[in-house]
């Protein structure tokens, strides 16, 4: 499952990776049942995704929590992922990790889940750790 936004300005004055992650989060973090943590550092595990939400779901505090990879393109709307990265998300599929993208070129935001990357029927589809934005939104005819 994917989502793609409509075309927005909204992260046009992002220049990088973690100012388009900073904006996000503080975009999202309005909701009080929704905690959002950076969580990447040198000392975690490679491939580890950047960013925890917790959110409640039920007044007894049943708490569920999502991960999250920010990827930023470049003008021509590639992403591209670190080796470490694809071999962490298969090991560790039971995570549901979800891919928070950014276009710079059509200035949309993708938001799929990694296992989306392993496959072959998906426009996220990648054997080579990059993935051209454009082409994906050309392939669901945006």
């Given amino acids: 499952m994917y989502v793609i936004s409509s075309v927005s300005d909204t992260y046009a004055s992002c220049k990088s990776e973690q100012e388009f992650k900073k904006l996000y989060i503080a975009k999202h973090k309005k909701d009080t049942n929704h905690k959002i943590f950076c969580i990447e550092t040198e000392e975690t595990v490679a491939g580890f ?3 925890i939400e917790l959110v409640t779901i039920s007044a007894r505090s049943c708490t569920q929590a ?6 930023f393109s ?3 709307g590639n992403i591209k992922f670190q080796p470490t990265q694809p071999a962490f998300y298969k090991h560790n599929s039971e995570l549901l990790i979800n891919v928070v993208a950014y276009n710079r070129f059509s200035k949309r935001v993708h938001v799929f889940s990694t296992n989306e990357i392993f496959n072959k029927d998906s426009p996220y589809y990648t054997a080579k ?3 051209n934005l454009n082409d994906v939104e050309r392939k669901l005819g945006l």
């Fill in 49 to 51: 995704p950047d960013v």
């Fill in 66 to 71: 999502f991960f999250y990879e920010f990827k």
């Fill in 74 to 76: 470049d003008k021509n």
């Fill in 129 to 131: 750790g990059r993935i």
